[in-house]
C-alpha cells in the first residue's frame, strides 16, 4: 500500500512570480552581491588588486567599487594632485571571460570621468562620484598631524541601456576579470612626508546584477558589450599649432566621446590663464574628413550643462552669492576634459539608461575620427597630449534599437 503524506520542509512557492510574457526587466529583480573585499595596506608602494570574482545568481550589470583609506600622520602639509583621489587607482582593467577589455585606463578616466560623462551611473545632481553622500576628498588639514585618508566610490558598468549589456554571472567558470593597479602616494600628495603612512583599510567590490528570471527570458542582445579604452591621440599638439590630431581607430557604434588634454608633465592643460589654455577656441569634430561639429568651445560646455547638467549652476539662494555669482555647479566640468554624448536620442538631454540607440554613430576599423584646432591654445609645458577614452558599443548581431525593454 503507498505511503502518502507530507514532505518535511517544503518550500513555500513564490507569491511574486508574474505571468510569462513581456520584457526581460519584469521577472529579473534588481540585486547586489559581495564580490570581495581587499586589504592593500600602506598606500607607500604600489599594489596590485586582482582577487577572483565569484558567481552571482543572474546578469551582472556592473561593479561597484569603494576605496577606504584612513589617515596617515604627516609631518610636512602637502598639496592634493588634482586627478586626486581618482589616480589612486593608477589603472584599472576590467576583461570578460574570454580576455576581451571592457574598460582599460587610468583611475581618474575610468572611475571618474566614465562615470561624470557616459551616462551608466547615475543622472542629475548625482551623476559625478564627488556628489555621492559616500565620498570624502583627500584629507589635507592646515597642520601637520593626521593626513592622507579619503573614501573612493566608483561604478563600473557593464549595461548601457536597460537591460542592455550584461554579463553573465552565474556560471562560476565565465566571471569577468578586475585588475586594479594602485600608485604610489605621492602621485596623490606632493610634499608631504610622514611618520605613518596612510593605510588602504579596505577596497571593496559588490557587483549590482539582474537575478536569473522565473520565466524563461533573456536580456535583450546577449553578447553585446560597451568597451571604454583610454588611447592617446596622435599626432602630438605643439602649443599654439594648427593640426589634426586622429583618435584611435574603432568598430562599433559610438555613445560617447570623452576628451582629455595633457600638457608635456601629464597636467591637465587648462587652466584660468590665457597662458596656459590647450583647447582650440573653436574645436572642430572630423569624421572621414567631413566636419560634423565645428563649435565654439564655451557652447560645447553649454552641449554638456544641457545634455548632462554637467555644470548647471545650482540656483539656491543659499548657493548664491552675489549677483554676478548665481550659484555653484552641481558636477563641474574637470579643467581639460570634454566630451560629446550620442545618449540623447529621446530628448535634449541623456536620460542615463533610458535610450533608445537611435542617434549611435556606427564606425568600423577604416572610419577615421579627427579633433583638429586652427590654432590649439598655448600652454607652458608643450607638447600635449589629446587622450580619448570612448565608449563603443559592439553588437553581438544587429544593434537593438527602440526599447527592448518596454
Known amino acids: 500500500m503507498a505511503v502518502?503524506?507530507?514532505?518535511?520542509?517544503?518550500?513555500?512557492?513564490?507569491?511574486?512570480?508574474?505571468?510569462?510574457?513581456?520584457?526581460?526587466?519584469?521577472?529579473?529583480?534588481?540585486?547586489?552581491?559581495?564580490?570581495?573585499?581587499?586589504?592593500?595596506g600602506t598606500v607607500q608602494n604600489p599594489q596590485f588588486i586582482a582577487n577572483p570574482m565569484v558567481?552571482?545568481?543572474?546578469?551582472?550589470?556592473?561593479?561597484?567599487?569603494?576605496?577606504?583609506?584612513?589617515?596617515?600622520?604627516?609631518?610636512?602639509?602637502?598639496?592634493?594632485?588634482?586627478?586626486?583621489?581618482?589616480?589612486?587607482?593608477?589603472?584599472?582593467?576590467?576583461?570578460d571571460a574570454f580576455g576581451t577589455q571592457l574598460i582599460t585606463g587610468p583611475g581618474f578616466d575610468t572611475a571618474f570621468l566614465l562615470q561624470l560623462y557616459g551616462q551608466q551611473f547615475g543622472t542629475d545632481e548625482v551623476v559625478s562620484p564627488q556628489n555621492l553622500p559616500s565620498f570624502a576628498p583627500i584629507h589635507v588639514p592646515a597642520g601637520v598631524g593626521a593626513e592622507g585618508g579619503f573614501n573612493l566610490t566608483t561604478y563600473l558598468p557593464f549595461e548601457f541601456a536597460k537591460g542592455y549589456g550584461t554579463i553573465s554571472g552565474a556560471n562560476a567558470a565565465l566571471l569577468p576579470?578586475?585588475?586594479?593597479?594602485?600608485?604610489?602616494?605621492?602621485?596623490?600628495?606632493?610634499?608631504?612626508?610622514?611618520?605613518?603612512?596612510?593605510?588602504?583599510?579596505?577596497?571593496?567590490?559588490?557587483?549590482?546584477?539582474?537575478?536569473l528570471p522565473n520565466v524563461a527570458s533573456d536580456p535583450p542582445g546577449i553578447g553585446t558589450t560597451q568597451q571604454w579604452i583610454y588611447q592617446p591621440c596622435n599626432p602630438p599638439?605643439?602649443?599654439?599649432?594648427?593640426?589634426?590630431?586622429?583618435?584611435?581607430?574603432?568598430g562599433g557604434y559610438l555613445s560617447t566621446i570623452i576628451l582629455d588634454l595633457r600638457d608635456a608633465n601629464g597636467v591637465r592643460a587648462e587652466s584660468n590663464t590665457t597662458t596656459n589654455f590647450g583647447w582650440p577656441v573653436r574645436p572642430?569634430?572630423?569624421?572621414?574628413?567631413?566636419?560634423?561639429?565645428?563649435?565654439?568651445?564655451?557652447?560645447?560646455?553649454?552641449?554638456?550643462?544641457?545634455?548632462?547638467?554637467?555644470?548647471?549652476?545650482?540656483?539656491?539662494?543659499?548657493?548664491?552669492?552675489?549677483?554676478?555669482?548665481?550659484?555653484?555647479?552641481?558636477?563641474?566640468?574637470?579643467?581639460?576634459?570634454?566630451?560629446?554624448?550620442?545618449?540623447?536620442?529621446?530628448?535634449?538631454?541623456?536620460?542615463?539608461?533610458?535610450?533608445?540607440?537611435?542617434?549611435?554613430?556606427?564606425?568600423?576599423?577604416?572610419?577615421?575620427?579627427?579633433?583638429?584646432?586652427?590654432?590649439?591654445g598655448a600652454v607652458i609645458a608643450a607638447p600635449m597630449i589629446l587622450n580619448a577614452l570612448v565608449g563603443q558599443i559592439v553588437p553581438s548581431g544587429a544593434l537593438v534599437r527602440g526599447l527592448p525593454e518596454a
Open 237 to 250: 599638439i605643439p602649443s599654439g599649432g594648427s593640426q589634426l590630431v586622429q583618435l584611435p581607430r574603432l
Open 177 to 211: 576579470v578586475l585588475q586594479i593597479n594602485t600608485s604610489i602616494f605621492s602621485t596623490m600628495i606632493t610634499g608631504s612626508t610622514y611618520s605613518a603612512y596612510p593605510s588602504a583599510t579596505s577596497v571593496t567590490v559588490d557587483a549590482d546584477f539582474y537575478w
Open 284 to 376: 572642430k569634430l572630423l569624421v572621414d574628413g567631413v566636419p560634423l561639429i565645428d563649435s565654439l568651445f564655451s557652447t560645447l560646455q553649454e552641449d554638456l550643462a544641457i545634455a548632462l547638467q554637467v555644470g548647471t549652476l545650482n540656483n539656491s539662494p543659499a548657493a548664491s552669492t552675489s549677483t554676478t555669482n548665481q550659484g555653484t555647479p552641481q558636477a563641474a566640468r574637470p579643467l581639460g576634459t570634454m566630451a560629446i554624448s550620442r545618449k540623447t536620442s529621446m530628448a535634449q538631454r541623456a536620460l542615463g539608461l533610458l535610450d533608445t540607440g537611435e542617434v549611435f554613430p556606427s564606425t568600423n576599423p577604416g572610419t577615421q575620427i579627427e579633433v583638429a584646432g586652427f590654432p590649439w
Open 4 to 40: 502518502t503524506g507530507t514532505v518535511a520542509g517544503r518550500p513555500q512557492p513564490q507569491t511574486t512570480a508574474e505571468p510569462a510574457g513581456g520584457p526581460f526587466i519584469r521577472h529579473a529583480p534588481d540585486g547586489r552581491r559581495a564580490m570581495y573585499v581587499a586589504t592593500p
Open 55 to 95: 558567481s552571482s545568481p543572474g546578469w551582472n550589470k556592473g561593479y561597484r567599487v569603494q576605496a577606504l583609506v584612513a589617515d596617515g600622520t604627516s609631518t610636512a602639509v602637502g598639496v592634493v594632485n588634482i586627478d586626486a583621489p581618482w589616480n589612486y587607482f593608477q589603472l584599472v582593467q576590467l576583461k
